[in-house]
């Protein structure tokens, strides 16, 4: 039963993030026991107390309704809720929602892209980066693209890198530069950390930005503030897609924004992994051994 404010969801698609893991191992430690996964599409079965603007049987998504995503039911506070719009799959709304609301306040409020901006996104082939990567090319902006391995390349070209760069040459800011023709980027987005934050500074133009928006290799280093001055006067920060949603208001605008690019074609990721919810530990293991591109999807 729905509680006071909630609706039961039958959920028809899970999305995965890369957050799940962190989460999973305690990097990002949560009161146990505990469910895991933000982010599913489904249908509305029955509406809590108090509960007005909503029906069953309308398709609906949500990705900041606190962790659980991962069941084939679920209560869900309403005010977490977007109605899906007919050109949206739940498939794709489980693969897009999370991905695509964390680079619609990366290119709209982090930074807001111009056209000409030249952007380095790591992990383009990623779900997050090749989501940036397509939207931020639309808005008129250049991207250079790194991967971890080659065989990723091909897949961050076709969501529109004018260049992708392979992390595995121990030069690859050296790479960057020279591809971009000698300039620096006006916005560098790093969700990798550990191995690549120091580095990415090296990338930035002066009064640049450089944005640390995860640690897929791990914990970012600490950074003195001389060494950004040392590098260009940049700046850096370190935001996250729920602060910039908790206000429900806000929420729903951004979700606006977000389903106009989709409408617009602008924000498109590939499926790189169907999984059911019963192989979850498959997902697991398959992202952090970065063998997949693009998003993970599961169905319950
Ligand atoms: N701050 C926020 O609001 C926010 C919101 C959503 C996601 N994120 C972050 O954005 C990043 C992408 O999220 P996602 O769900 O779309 O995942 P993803 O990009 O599909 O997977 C993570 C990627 O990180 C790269 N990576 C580099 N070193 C790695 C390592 N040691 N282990 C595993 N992966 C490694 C891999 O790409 P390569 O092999 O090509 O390097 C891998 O594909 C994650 O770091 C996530 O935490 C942040």
């Known amino acids: 039963m729905p509680g006071p404010g909630e609706v039961t969801l039958r959920q028809t698609a899970i999305g995965f993030n890369f957050i799940d893991v962190y989460q999973r191992k305690g990097v ?35 990705m900041n309704a606190g962790v659980g995503a991962y069941a084939d039911r679920r209560n869900v506070p309403a005010d977490k809720l977007v109605r899906l719009p007919d050109n949206v799959s739940d498939e794709a709304a489980a693969t897009l929602l999370f991905k695509g609301m964390t680079a619609q306040y990366l290119l709209r409020k982090t930074h807001r892209v ?36 080659p065989q990723k390349r091909d897949a961050a070209l076709a969501a529109g890198c ?60 600490a950074i003195e503030p001389e060494l950004l001055n040392k590098k260009g006067c940049l700046f850096l920060t370190r935001p996250s897609i729920f602060p910039h949603n908790a206000d429900p208001a806000t929420f729903r605008a951004n979700a606006a924004d977000f389903f106009d690019a989709v ?24 992202a952090e051994a970065r063998r997949v591109n693009g998003a993970i999807l599961i169905t319950p």
Do not use: M
Not at 36 to 61: M, N, T
Not at 117 to 124: E, P
Not at 264 to 278: C, N, P, Q, T, Y
């Open 28 to 62: 990002y430690p949560l009161p146990l026991p505990t469910g895991l996964g933000f982010e599913a599409a489904g249908v509305i079965e029955a509406l809590g107390e108090g509960v007005s603007g909503w029906s069953p049987g309308e398709r609906v998504a949500y």
């Open 114 to 149: 111009e056209p000409g901006d030249l952007l380095l996104v790591h992990s383009a082939a990623g779900g997050v980066g090749q989501i940036l990567t397509r939207w931020a090319t639309a808005l008129g902006a250049t991207v250079i693209g790194t991967t971890g391995s």
């Open 162 to 221: 004018q260049a992708v760069i392979d992390l595995n040459d121990p030069a690859w800011p050296e790479a960057f530069i020279e591809a971009a023709g000698g300039r620096k980027a006006r916005v560098v987005y790093d969700a990798i950390g550990k191995d690549t934050l120091i580095q990415s500074l090296d990338c930035a133009a002066p009064f640049g930005l450089v944005v640390s928006y995860g640690a897929a290799s791990g914990k970012a280093p």
């Open 263 to 286: 409408a617009k074609g602008h924000v498109a990721v590939e499926i790189g992994a169907r999984f059911s919810l019963d192989d979850i530990v498959a997902v697991h293991e398959a």
